[in-house]
């Protein structure tokens, strides 16, 4: 059964991240974020594709937020509490606990600055998060109604995770935002070879190679030198928790070293938060910080104190982090406004912006922004852009996809054209399948591999009798017990026997079902007897009919042909004109009622070239379509031996799978 894939956000975009993911009938939503680019009902995903009347828990079985940045969980609130959505919501601890102070920050700024109606409120907040069910690292549980999940260390930001979900055999793996290079506080992400069905994996750096680590902090730290230097004021917009604990570590060593006495600042109150979040989840963090936190408290800064907005007007030369990262609200943007118009100023952006964002217009070198109705300002500011985004490259991307093995990869959130070069990649040098739908797009991904079942005491029972009766009458014929033995034993007639004698009797090693497969809610099919069905379904059915469909291989049939049918006397003289008439359907028939007669001789192999079929002991072998590469083989006995045995001539003798 395909995995079925639909993109409410982040497809061919950054920001709104929301994917439905159907597996065996199971609906479970990969994150829950808001756009950042929108101010109107875009900013949520389009949750009306689900379903019209609004009930959303007959549908969606499971949601999973794979980190706290608002892309990510923004309209997690109100997919719960407005639209009315009470399954059950997993994530990590970290995420759960920061994802709640982010969302309030948002609603605050959304709602008591701008006036926005129809947004969730502060209580809305309280009861989503009390739905939620946390996840560790590494744990898998069942969630019910057979979805297993598993979570893997991610990096990019704390409590980041990626999570495999599986349900049945199939399995995907969603990556959520992930980063591949260590840094000064997180580990690098991490999964193992778990070959899932599907591997949904961003793709916000799709084209892009970053280059050294050190080189890009060395120059950072070299511009905002400079502009200091020279009375400027650098401003670099940040999210709260991620890169802006990166760079803080970075400027609060470099102004240890230098001796600097430039005040740098961070918005009020995120610090503190902060510290706090990091103390608490410090499992999530690098090993060097893991080893010397006791001693001391990286996050302990001396130089980087908290930041009023009265600070702004100050004449003279300062560093401020603030918050949000884009640009789009909030304190970056309100002291955007008062230093953009100074030349001596510089911006930094140290991370990926949004379309439709400020940051994103800052990027894109427009002098002249309209940031609302009653607000435009003129840019002279220096504009550097320097990436210490904490997700991974296009060579991180390729490396994860590597680890874990996927058989078919989906991008999302990135550009759909710069997605388009990444899928070549992907093609070309690991030769996978790979997708990038748009949003409101529907994708069915094949699944392969075993499919589970669980097979019926009946039915065991009645193939494990056939398969004593074919020991007993192979060991009858071979002479290992007489007639008269009424329960015969292997172990009594063969342990005195020579070895080479044991080799000969090629016992039955494995014993066939075939059964009547009968889906089952919530758990894996059921393999039944064919009385059984009666009961189970409540049906009467004269008959049950079973079909098998195989590819064929022509050269090895016509190879198998050769060294068993060319030294037959029945078939030596024809042979050559049944090989050359393999160019049709009946040819086909003709050679292999041929190979089958010459094998099992006590068969009674009929080909009957009007009706276009073979018929041995009435099991049914046609061709399938009008093509020459597939068969059919139909019975309609659920344990008939022959139809057993066939199966297993047709498979290892005449090797006609590719």
Same mark, same amino acid.
């Given at each position: ?17 929301? =994917? ?46 794979s980190h706290f940045h608002l892309d990510h969980c923004g309209a997690l609130p109100y997919f719960t509490e407005i639209i009315g959505y009470n399954g059950p919501i ?40 009390? /739905?939620? &069910? ?8 069942d969630i019910g109604k057979g979805i297993n999940v598993k979570c893997y260390y991610a990096g990019h930001v704390l409590g980041a995770a990626m999570f495999q979900v ?69 401003? &670099? ?23 600097? @006495? ?33 001693? @001391? ?39 955007? /406004? ?77 550009? /759909? ?59 009858? @014929? ?15 007639? =063969? ?20 059964? &009547? ?50 030294n037959t006397k029945q078939y030596c003289t024809s042979l050559l004109t049944m090989k050359q008439n393999l160019n049709t359907q009946s040819g086909i028939l003709k050679?292999?009622?041929? =190979? ?56 290892? &003798? ?5």
């Open positions: 059964m395909p995995i079925k894939l639909v993109p409410l956000g982040a497809g061919q975009d950054v920001g709104r991240s929301c =994917i439905i993911a159907t597996i065996n009938n199971r609906n479970v939503m990969l994150d829950c974020g808001t756009h950042m680019g929108y101010q109107d009902e875009r900013r949520f995903p389009d949750f009306s594709y689900i379903t019209k009347d609004g009930d959303m828990n007959k549908l969606i079985d499971a949601v999973i937020i997993y994530m990590t601890a970290p995420t759960k606990a920061v994802a709640a102070i982010l969302l309030e920050d948002m609603r605050k700024v959304a709602v008591e600055r701008k006036g926005e109606l129809g947004f969730f409120s502060s209580e809305d907040i309280i009861n989503c998060m009390k /739905k939620v &069910i946390t996840i560790d690292l590494h744990q898998t549980i599986a349900v049945g055999a199939a399995s995907l793996v969603y990556t959520g935002d992930f980063n591949m290079t260590p840094d000064r506080h997180l580990g690098a992400a991490w999964i193992d070879k778990c070959k899932p069905d599907v591997l949904i994996t961003e793709s916000t750096y799709a084209t892009h190679i970053r280059d050294s680590k050190r080189s890009r902090e060395r120059d950072f730290l070299n511009k905002v030198h400079e502009c200091v230097a020279k009375g400027g004021k650098v401003l &670099i917009p940040v999210f709260a928790l991620g890169r802006a604990q990166e760079l803080c570590i970075l400027v609060e060593s470099y102004w240890e070293r230098m001796g600097l @006495k430039v005040p740098v600042y961070f918005s009020a109150g995120l610090t503190e938060r902060a510290n706090e979040y990091y103390k608490l989840f410090i499992g999530w963090t690098n090993q060097k910080i893991k080893e010397t936190f006791v001693d @001391k408290n990286m996050f302990d800064m001396v130089h980087i104190q908290s930041f009023d907005m009265d600070f702004a007007d100050e004449p003279g030369p300062q560093v401020l982090f603030a918050s949000p990262g884009m640009l789009h609200a909030g304190t970056s943007l309100e002291v955007f /406004k008062k230093w953009c118009g100074d030349p001596k100023n510089m911006i930094i952006m140290p991370g990926y912006c949004v379309a439709g964002t400020v940051g994103a217009r800052v990027l894109a070198g427009e002098k002249h922004i309209q940031i609302d109705k009653n607000t435009r300002v003129e840019v002279n500011m220096s504009v550097e852009n320097l990436s210490f985004s904490a997700h991974a490259d296009a060579k991180g991307i390729l490396q994860l996809i590597r680890m874990c093995e996927p058989r078919n990869v989906v991008l999302v959130h990135g550009d /759909k054209h710069k997605m388009e070069s990444l899928k070549k990649r992907v093609f070309q040098e690991l030769h996978l399948p790979c997708f990038d739908p748009p949003n409101g797009g529907v994708l069915n991904v094949d699944t392969e591999g075993p499919i589970p079942v669980q097979i019926s005491r009946d039915l065991t029972r009645t193939v494990m009798e056939n398969a004593a009766e074919k020991v007993t009458q192979k060991m009858k @014929k071979d002479h290992l017990f007489s007639e008269k033995d009424k329960q015969p034993s292997l172990n009594h007639n =063969i342990t005195h026997l020579p070895l080479d004698d044991l080799a000969e009797l090629n016992p039955i090693c494995c014993a066939p079902f075939s059964g &009547i497969l009968i889906p089952n809610d919530g758990d894996f099919p059921h393999l039944v007897s064919n009385n059984e069905v009666y009961s189970r379904l409540g049906k009467a059915m004269k008959s049950v009919e079973f079909s098998v469909r195989h590819h064929i291989n022509l050269n090895k049939l016509c190879k198998y042909a050769d060294i068993h049918l060319s050679l292999m009622a041929a =190979i089958l007669q010459s094998r099992r001789l006590e068969w009674n192999v009929e080909f009957k070239e009007e009706e276009g079929y073979l018929d041995i002991e009435g099991i049914e072998i046609k061709m399938d379509g009008d093509t020459l590469n597939d068969i059919v083989i139909k019975w309609e006995d659920t344990f008939t031996s022959t139809a057993d045995d066939l199966q297993n001539i047709l498979d290892s &003798i005449l090797q006609i799978k590719s």
